[in-house]
């Protein structure tokens, strides 16, 4: 435990710490408080517990030693990670044909979407059935957790699109460094699913601890509208 606690850490800091380096070197200092916000509310998305929880509930199944259960879930992150990137490459394509000051009035209107869906608890969640079915019906291997990594990216884009549209229609139009950019956001994105592979003790623990944050959907929606809003609000007064 002591040792995945380490390489945690290691993850974070990077994570965190590569991004603000970057964003300063670049001269974008004041974009970092509005980059970790659609970074962190796009990764603190209870979309992200519910395929997390049926992906590690078929694991649990398959009776999994802790270090193949890394390693298996070394790949589902890295697909996650490479498939969002590249779907965030196709949205840097269309949002740059249109003005930046739209990203506030699209922040603005997720938002109120994201708040509505959590006061009715509505889910987000698409082919939830057919994405369990995938996850109990590949193998657990490292193949089998790439194909599951790119397969729920699909799933998680339209529950959390939002905050991932305001990114990319915000950097759409700092050319090659937008690509830079996108790479650092997906850090941010895919970190819960390092905490909860990493930092959970046991493969039980790690299913409650995502269990508890899809319990807690209402509030991290709410929470995550109000927080678009305010970047919807910036982005009109800075564009």
């Not at 694991?59 to 490479?82: E, H, M, N, W």
């Not at 623990?205 to 269990?211: D, M, N, Q, V």
Request: charged share 10%; proline share 3%; hydrophobic share 55%.
């Amino acid at each position: 435990m002591k040792t995945e606690f380490k390489y945690l850490l290691l993850i974070i800091l990077l994570s965190f710490g590569l991004s603000s380096i970057t964003l300063s070197l670049i001269h974008l200092q004041s974009f970092i408080p509005q980059f970790f916000t659609l970074a962190i509310v796009d990764s603190v998305n209870p979309c992200t517990f519910v395929v997390y929880t049926i992906f590690l509930i078929a694991l649990s199944v398959k009776g999994l030693p802790k270090r193949a259960l890394y390693t298996v879930g070394l790949a589902f992150i890295f697909a996650v990670y490479a498939s969002y990137y590249t779907l965030g490459i196709g949205l840097m394509i269309l949002t740059g044909k249109i003005p930046t000051t739209w990203a506030g009035y699209l922040a603005i209107g997720f938002g109120t979407y994201e708040i509505i869906t959590g006061l009715l608890e509505k889910s987000r969640t698409v082919g939830k059935g057919k994405l369990r079915k995938l996850a109990f019906s590949s193998e657990a291997t490292i193949v089998g957790g790439l194909i599951l990594g790119f397969a729920v990216s699909t799933t998680l884009l339209p529950c959390s699109m939002g905050p991932y549209i305001v990114f990319n229609t915000i950097i759409s139009k700092m050319k090659a460094l937008a690509y830079l950019l996108l790479a650092l956001y997906n850090l941010i994105f895919v970190l819960p699913l390092f905490i909860i592979l990493f930092a959970m003790g046991s493969l039980s623990e790690s299913k409650e601890f995502s269990r508890a944050m899809v319990r807690h959907s209402r509030e991290l929606s709410i929470i995550a509208g109000i927080l678009l809003i305010g970047i919807g609000v910036w982005v009109l007064f800075k564009f």
